[in-house]
């Protein structure tokens, strides 16, 4: 039987109409996007089947529509996947809420209105314009984080955000930072340095107004038992318990997510199959690398749309041999 570890994206998976052919196609998911609207207050579903980009952008509006669109995934997937072939679940920064709604810790009703509010105070949290993100391509981890821990402090924060993949790492921080790590990074062998087009420089010390909020908003929301571990993105280790569920998502704010060493925990572990569910594929390309890199041979599937589930269904219906 095959091991198999649900992964959910984070934010920048976004995409104007994510998630509507699922709800016209399954009574289930309908219930969940009506769920999310009384929640909210607005009607989420129709910013993200019919809204301008513009308005599925804004942080507030991203975070609870990725979230419904990857639990909306899974209400179908949950018969098909068998319970006994997870080993664990994991998401990238706002899919930690998915992973965690997945595995029976949070409450859907509960975590929506929780991510809305994520969003909302991200967003408040640094002025537009002083703080950004950079993803530097084809540079050794260990290198990016020597030049990040020399940086100048008199020219802001800067701090490794996302360790991505092997030749992948997001910086985030003080634009001015950035800019003045630019250059030092290129000569010491980036093939890349990219800003990237966000409004607030996530998973840094500049978001602490956000946790700090994020802490009074978390204090309302009913923790669960696990169903399945899930992989804390601070730690890449499993959450030990439900008591430390509040504490390592505040921390997740202003700590680096680290998907990378979370993938290889998963394949030290023992995992062979991963399964991406809610919108785009961009974590499966990371597994890819990391595998890869790794020396590994993992089976990737992903459910963003109704046509993903037929090749899931037949990947799960062969006889194990």
């Known amino acids: ?31 969940l996007f009506q769920t999310t609207n009384e929640a909210l207050g607005y009607n989420l579903q129709e910013l993200m089947f019919s809204g301008s980009a513009e308005e599925l952008q804004l942080t507030k509006h991203t975070q609870p529509a990725i979230l419904t669109h990857s ?35 949070l409450p ?39 030049i990040v821990n020399r940086a100048d402090p008199a020219l802001g924060v800067v701090a490794i955000a996302n360790y991505n993949s092997p030749g992948q790492v997001v910086i985030s921080g003080k634009l001015e ?11 010491a062998g980036a093939s890349r340095v990219v800003a990237l087009p966000v409004s607030a420089p996530f998973h840094c010390s500049l978001l602490q107004p956000a946790a700090d909020r994020l802490a ?10 696990f169903n399945y571990p899930v992989i804390a993105n601070t730690t890449a280790l499993p959450y030990p318990g439900k008591e430390m569920v509040k504490e390592i998502l505040i921390n997740q704010v202003t700590n680096g997510v680290r998907w990378e060493q979370t993938v290889r925990y998963l394949l030290q572990a023992g995992c062979d199959t991963f399964v991406e569910i809610g919108p785009g594929t961009t974590l499966s390309q990371f597994v890819r690398r990391i595998a890869r890199d790794s020396d590994h041979q993992v089976q990737l599937l992903s459910c963003d749309k109704v046509a993903d589930i037929a090749a899931i269904k037949e990947f799960f219906s062969q006889p194990v041999v």
Do not use: C, N
């Open 1 to 31: 039987m095959s091991r198999v570890a649900l992964i959910f994206p984070g934010q920048g998976a976004q995409y104007s109409g994510m998630g509507s052919d699922l709800y016209h196609e399954f009574a289930a998911t309908r219930h």
């Open 71 to 105: 639990v909306a995934a899974w209400t179908i997937l949950a018969d098909i996947i068998p319970k006994e072939s997870i080993i664990a679940t994991a998401g990238l920064s706002l899919g930690e809420y998915s992973a965690l709604v997945v595995a029976g810790v």
């Open 108 to 146: 859907f009703d509960e975590a929506v209105v929780a991510v809305h509010h994520r969003g909302a105070a991200m967003q408040a949290a640094v002025p537009v314009g002083v703080g950004g993100m950079s993803a530097i391509l084809g540079l050794a981890t260990s290198v990016v984080e020597e």
């Open 177 to 187: 930072a950035l800019a003045a790590l630019e250059d030092e990074l290129k000569a």
């Open 216 to 225: 009074q908003v978390l204090h309302e929301v009913t923790v669960g038992e």
